[in-house]
């Protein structure tokens, strides 16, 4: 029987799951789907009678509808909201809400993608813009890609407080060290900041190496109510906090191209949390650029505004760092299917669980970590979501 609603109700993460990824060439997307979700439910120990709730965005003309159908589920609570790379954390915070007052008991979240072998298969071509409508038809005459509008706000952020192409060529050497002890990471090779600005332009200031790769993948995690918990498999990891935000869509609208909307995101999801950036043991954030990183760690409060390029030198990045970020590699280096903030959620509990293996992150006298925030960006810094995450 399914647990009796109470208001509010603790949140747990009760199971997480990659597809295979990478190089995926003779799978469908929807085959990711299905194979990260048993995997998922698998690992929760959970029956999949129990899951009456269901989110997916990004595949087919009724994603959560076409998919639920796939995997054989017929939820009671459904979303489906599309703002790009924050989508899941804003998922994640709809279906921690949902579950808190009682309107579902276990959401299923899940994505899969082949990106790289539609390309790879002549199915599909690189996208350079999401389109000519609405208020993009103002930029997309002057070949205002979506690449080039990442590469502005970083001239702008180097422009305004001095950030240099070393600086944010550190972010993408720090994420291809992080992803050398990820075995399930597409690139593990080390880099050097040379070989990050030797590389061929793509967007100015952006080189290859500054670029997400472009990978197969999906995964999945399972939101439960805390009453689920004695029958999980494994211990919880709860959801403590989370927030969302929008910003712009026409870059003329954007206020400021060094401020994203991960600066109202984290504050409402610490507030809500009640915790606070220094607490936190590592961090999750969406790497579609080198660019992203460094301005996000700003917004969410781990340095000052303009102090992002000094922050991300000297290794703080690195697992063992002062500020573990992108552990599993990120989408710099692990994977990038086309809408990574799934990803950040899995890793982030994965992380908590002590389950990375020669990836772990460890504190002091080894002990595992307790606190982890991931931070997803849409668009071109059009929407965020942000949500803490806590052990124990």
Known sequence: MPPSPRSPRKVAVAGIALSDCGRVDEATPYALHAQAARRALADSGLDRSVIDGFASAGLGTLAPV??????????????????????????????????????????????????????????????????ARGPLQFEVPYGHTLIAKYAMAARRHM???????????????QARANAA??????????????????????????????????????????????????????APVWVLGSGTSVSHTAMSQWEDFTVSPAAVSG???????????????????????????????????????????????????????????????????????????LFLLVEAVRQLRGEAGDGQV????????????????????CSSGTVVLGRG
């Open 66 to 131: 076409e998919v639920a159908e796939y995997l054989g589920l017929r939820p009671t609570w459904v979303d489906s909201t599309g703002v790009g790379g924050s989508t899941w954390e804003v998922m994640a915070a709809h279906a921690a809400d949902a579950i808190a007052a009682g309107h579902a008991n276990a959401v299923l979240l899940v994505y899969g993608s082949t990106a790289r072998a539609d390309i790879k298969a002549g199915r599909r071509t690189s996208n350079l813009s999401f389109g």
């Open 159 to 173: 422009h305004e407080y001095g950030t240099t192409l070393e600086q944010l060529a550190e972010v993408a050497v």
């Open 181 to 234: 002890t990820n075995p399930d990471a597409m690139f593990r090779a080390p880099v050097t900041v040379d070989d990050v600005l030797a590389g061929p332009m793509i967007a100015d200031p952006f080189t290859k190496l500054h670029c997400c790769i472009r990978s197969d993948g999906g995964c999945a995690v399972l939101l439960v109510a805390e009453d689920y918990v004695p029958d999980m498999a494994k």
């Open 267 to 341: 504050r409402l999801a610490f507030e809500r949390a009640g915790v606070g950036p220094a607490d936190m043991d590592l961090a999750e954030i969406y790497d579609a650029f080198t660019y992203m990183t460094l301005v996000t760690l700003e917004d969410l409060g781990f340095c000052a505004k303009g102090e992002g390029g000094a922050f991300v030198e000297k290794g703080r990045l690195l697992r063992d760092g002062a500020l573990p970020v992108n552990t599993d590699g990120g989408g710099l280096s692990a994977c990038h299917p086309g809408m990574r903030g």
């Open 362 to 381: 460890r504190k002091a006298g080894g002990r595992l970590p307790e606190l982890a925030v991931a931070s997803g960006t849409g668009g071109w810094f």
